[in-house]
């Protein structure tokens, strides 16, 4: 199983969470989450997830100048982005759970 067929399934996750660490421009998102293990995560998936919860109201955004080159547009969780946050990462945990039963061997004893 390829790990970029694995991110297609929880990138918006992983960005929700990277966000709860603090906001973020596309670059520095993208940064954090290779940072964090998903190296194979690609540049357009992360902005197109971006766009995605941001038109779903799970974001806000606001622009900071750049004394480096263009304006940065920031995202920052908002309410409704913690709450998807806490309910995918329940979701998240119940699977992940299931799948170590399963990889383990775990379900097949009782």
Known sequence: ?????????VLELAVLAVLRDG????YDILRRLR?????????????GTLRRLFQAGLLTAYVVPSEEGPHRK???????GR???????????GFAS????LLSGGLAHR
């Open 35 to 47: 940072a964090a293990g998903l190296e194979e995560v690609g540049d357009a998936s992360v902005y």
């Open 1 to 9: 199983m390829e790990t970029t067929q694995l991110l297609k399934g």
């Open 98 to 101: 299931t799948m170590d039963d």
């Open 74 to 80: 920031y995202y920052a969780l908002n309410e409704a």
């Open 83 to 93: 709450d998807q946050l806490a309910r995918s990462a329940k979701v998240w945990e």
């Open 23 to 26: 906001d973020g421009y596309g």
